[in-house]
């Protein structure tokens, strides 16, 4: 791709010309125009075929016309009031019914705000200082969050590791880490830190990797015997496995959870929710109490993002979109699968319901060590070349997002494009 000029203004005024996390090189730096469906323009009018969906924010697919019309309908009529709305509202009434989770909720921007405030209101609860996460997981841009996202050394667990320079110290202090899907030495760390365990935090579905059978039922049974609050990090699978997301996919209730991402319809959302009594914790009479936990957010609950939130909410309660889900995931897994069978690859291809990623190894994946590449730079070619042949992605190659927008046929064009980018690189290594 040649550098036009808008490329060229994004990689003056952006560090890499991105956002973050995209780590392209220069000369595939874009800048994106409009998207419509499953299929993205960038302002030299090149056209993508989208498997990011907005790292999965936009599962009802870019610019769906219920979304757009209720979105409309609204900003004539005020975008932010830092203050319940009948929108917001509704929504949130919403939520409660379809949450075996939540008793009460409140609205955040993000993501990465709502775990924050799970595990704020964990501690305060608790009156304990330390949370376990799993090694691999992400739950935003904070320091649990980040903490062994991609970690450099070997493990000891549960001893973190930072990934992220500046929370060094947090770290080591206050978070925990255990390998995904082991639910033994789990056990172990959540006993003998019990006294100072505050939460345990978890994606049900970690990136892309399955809980084993067990694995989340012995979590909320060990939990819940030593007085430690289970969270879900439902920003991903909120919506996206099921309407009710994990907790009703997988059949385990948390005491709390965070969502965001598809719940918005494409707009900034977050919301943190739980059982009553650790969700008054919140409540500004409490104020000057030990255990009151401040928590607000200007943006949070806007009546633009909670109208986008409710129009999504109702194609996904409309009959037969799960089924479709699934049954397209399946479909896109199994087709990858072929492919690298074909060319004689040896890889796993691993995901759930619409989600798909592809590991170079032939392990057995089932925590964070087992879902990386044996050979990370052919990960990363293979990555580019699918960049390269219009496929939008992150080449980081954590995961693919599949939306209501795609069908058979958009995950046959990127079938056919991973195939011809296999074999582009056989000749090369021949």
């Given amino acids: 791709m040649k550098t036009s000029d808008a490329t060229s203004r994004s990689l003056a005024v952006f560090p890499a010309g991105s956002n973050g996390e995209f780590n392209l090189p220069p000369e595939l730096a874009m800048v994106i125009e409009r998207g419509c469906g499953c299929e993205l323009w960038d302002t030299e009018g090149r056209r993508f075929l989208d498997f990011s969906m907005g790292w999965g924010s936009v599962l009802v697919g870019h610019a769906r016309p219920e979304v757009v019309e209720a979105v409309t309908q609204q900003a004539a009529r005020g975008s932010n009031f830092s203050y319940v709305t009948s929108q917001s509202l509704a929504l949130a009434e919403e939520i409660v019914r379809l949450s075996p989770a939540c008793d009460a909720v409140r609205f955040c ?42 970690p450099s050394a070997e493990p000891d667990y549960p001893r973190p590791d930072p990934t992220s320079a500046g929370i060094e110290q947090t770290v080591r202090d206050t978070v925990l880490v255990a390998p995904f899907n082991d639910l033994e030495l789990t056990r172990q760390i959540i006993e003998q830190h019990r006294g100072e365990l505050a939460a345990v935090i978890v994606e049900p579905l970690q990136r892309c990797v399955p809980p084993a059978a067990g694995f ?37 209730v948390p005491d709390l959870v965070a969502y965001g991402k598809a719940l918005g319809g494409g707009y900034p959302i977050g919301v943190f929710g739980g059982r009553s009594d650790v969700m008054d914790l919140v409540r500004e009479d409490r104020l000057g109490r030990e255990t009151y936990v401040w928590t607000a957010s200007t943006l949070g609950g806007n009546p633009i993002s909670t109208a986008a939130a409710r129009a999504a909410l109702k194609v996904f309660g409309t009959e037969g979109v799960y089924p479709r889900l699934h049954a397209l995931g399946n479909y896109l897994r199994d087709g990858m699968r072929r492919v690298l069978a074909e060319r004689r690859v040896t890889a796993q291809v691993i995901g759930d319901g619409p989600l798909a990623q592809m590991v170079l190894s032939d392990a057995n994946v089932r925590d964070y060590r087992s879902s990386q590449h044996a050979d990370k730079p052919l990960a990363r070619r293979l990555m580019l070349g699918l960049f390269r042949r219009g496929i939008f992605l992150n080449p980081m190659g954590t995961k693919l997002y599949l939306s209501l927008a795609h069908d058979e046929a958009a995950c046959d064009e990127l079938l056919a494009v991973l195939a011809e980018v296999l074999d582009a690189e056989a000749v090369q290594a021949s």
């Fill in 216 to 252: 989340l039922e012995g979590l909320r049974a060990i939990t819940a015997e030593h007085g430690v609050l289970l969270v879900f990090d439902e920003v991903v699978t909120g919506f996206r496995l099921a309407y009710g997301g994990a907790q009703e996919y997988y059949g385990v």
């Fill in 109 to 150: 921007a993000s993501g990465t705000e709502a775990t924050a405030y799970c595990l704020t209101l964990a501690r305060a609860s608790t009156g304990r200082a330390k949370v376990l996460k799993f090694e691999g997981a992400y739950h935003g841009a904070h320091e649990v969050g980040t903490t062994s996202l991609f």
